[in-house]
């Protein structure tokens, strides 16, 4: 991973874009390398280049930006969304959310919630503007909890060491079992929990009370 995250702007509005462009400037730990005003134009740009993350509006003409953001996650469900947008009620967060979304804010919100929630969704963690997560989490039809629960000893340290962000690799070094062995597990792990790729599960482990030290 860079040092540098590189961005793709997505809002129909150029002023909107023009005041990205601007504020993120100055900073050194971020590069503008594409803007987009639809849906359909963002999916390409992102297909083409070599963006880290996409800040998207979620109201655009065309497709919209939550059915780009589906399509995007369907070609490459590692890819980062921030969620920019005129809406804070919940229904919108929490379709974001389950959309694949990994950081939601409003345009109303001080701009250098910008960069904190560029900085925290780099680091593997989703970010909600502050009260906007009253009761949007995301939904999938099951009780994480309950799940998790009937985790094999196993499988629940696989989910735990893949929540920290551990790759199969480091985790088959340190529980001392076959790469192979490691893959299966977490195989298992994410099918169980119904997700695709390890920021959801790091994500569950958040809503489901957080991580255990160690």
């Known amino acids: 991973m860079s040092l540098k995250t590189k ?27 594409g803007e987009a005003e639809r849906g359909e134009q963002a999916i390409q740009l992102f297909l083409e280049g070599q963006a880290d993350m996409l800040i998207m509006d979620i109201s655009m003409p065309g497709i919209g930006g939550l059915e780009a953001m589906r399509r995007i996650l369907h070609h490459d469900p590692q890819a980062l969304v921030l969620v920019y947008s005129v809406h804070h009620e919940q229904v919108y967060v929490q379709r974001a959310l389950d959309a694949g979304a990994k950081g939601y804010i409003t345009k ?9 929630a560029i900085q925290t969704i780099r680091r593997g963690q989703v970010y909600v503007e502050k009260g906007l997560l009253k009761h949007a989490q995301p939904t999938s039809g099951l009780h994480y909890q309950s799940v998790i629960g009937e985790f094999s000893p196993r499988e ?52 489901t009370g957080g991580l255990p030290h160690g």
């Open 108 to 116: 109303t919100s001080a701009p250098e919630l910008l960069l904190e």
């Open 156 to 207: 629940f340290d696989v989910f735990i060491q893949l929540a920290r962000g551990k790759s199969v690799v480091n985790i088959a070094e340190h529980m001392h079992l076959s790469y192979k062995t490691v893959a299966n597990y977490a195989t298992q792990v994410r099918k169980k929990l119904h997700v695709e790729n390890d920021i959801e599960l790091m994500r569950i482990a958040e809503h």
């Open 7 to 33: 961005i793709i702007l997505v809002d129909d509005h150029a002023l909107v874009r023009a005041g990205f462009r601007l504020f993120l400037a100055g900073n050194p730990a971020v590069e503008i390398i």
